[in-house]
């Protein structure tokens, strides 16, 4: 059916705001965050949607160039370019920002970003990293104390690290993360000693969002490039933040290659079902690039629906968890917070990989399993994180 006015699409909308709102006994996580309103967001994307005949084009993110003119680190930090790629031929403004990575400054008090051209030559490259997701809710209530407890999880129950030692290659990718906690996040001192951060404001997010993807790095690791796409079929602000770091290939070859890791959150809710599959075909475009070896996609899927099962598959991409959706051991939601008991537990959080040769993603383990923040009160998330490796083999 094509929608012929504003008025229309207006009074379509709202009644399937109502239908979906009287059908939320069908296992809605986060159904306290998308009241109605927010479906008037979808209002734009049905006006798109009702000019056009024929398929969506997904976007396709352009090859490696390095972006010209950065400024030294030393400078004061300007603003990061926003470079919008809208293919010609494509009929869905999705939005794609190039970003820079900081790092923090002790000598100057303050995250500078990096510049490539300040990236020693002779700085070691590793063969491997260890890619940690987890969706830290931004709903629940004392947001900086859950983000601290979730922060000292991993430091010392996930990778261990010894008081004031750095942690080994990694790269953390954080969903749900409240914009009003963007300074504490950024004033941790684990953080601010160890890792490169990306972004480091709320306002590279997709527009009017409140949460989001932040992605943490060891310092260990050579970013040479980051990304973030906002999808513009979403009505909840979703994207990937693709980060691209250096891995050199073991003995015998030493082969330096660019591996690509995207953080995501995909469409939620069962009416999310029917964009998920072109959400994650358009970010596993990060990894079929002819200037990158391959990599990940990880973060919190919301594999809900029937067809969830598949669309990685039909994406090319392999999922790192080998049991199948139906063992519990996978299971990353439905077991902490205020909706237990109400909706069954779920694979929800998944590592999706491109299989090519030459690497290899190991099976996932779950973290955050009973962590709740300093008081004891309150849980970090209701969702479980992920820890796996990604390992150059040739």
Known sequence: MRLQSIDAIHKAVRSIALQKVAALRVYPPYLTSFHTHRWIHTLKQLHIMSRYDEPLVPFIPPDFIESPGQRDEDDEIEEEEEQEYIPN???????????????????????????????????????????????????????????????????????????????????????????????????????????????????????????????????SLTVVRAQILSFALSTQDRGGLAIYIKLRAPEPTHHIVTMCIVNTHLESLPQGEAWRPRQLSLLSRFLKQDSVRGGVIVGDMNAIGVSDATIAANCDLRDAWKKGDGDQTGFTWGYQGPDVGKFPPGRLDKVLYLPRKGYKVEEPRRIGLGVKDASETQWVSDHYGLDTYLRLTR
């Open 89 to 219: 031929h494509t009929v869905r403004p999705n939005r794609l920002l190039e970003l820079k990575s900081y790092r923090f400054r002790a000598s100057r008090d303050q995250w500078k970003h990096i510049s490539p051209q300040h990236i020693p030559a002779d700085k070691p490259i590793p063969s491997s990293v260890r890619i940690i997701t987890w969706n830290i809710d931004f709903t629940a209530d004392k947001k900086q104390e859950r983000l601290t407890a979730a922060l000292r999880h991993i430091e010392r129950d996930v990778l261990c690290c010894k008081p004031g030692h750095a942690p080994e290659p990694c790269c953390i990718n954080l969903q749900e993360v409240h914009a009003s906690v963007f300074s504490h996040l950024l004033r941790d001192d684990w953080v601010r000693r160890h890792f490169i951060a990306t972004p480091i404001t709320h306002s590279k997010w997709p527009e009017n969002a409140y949460y989001g993807l932040v992605t943490l790095v060891s310092r």
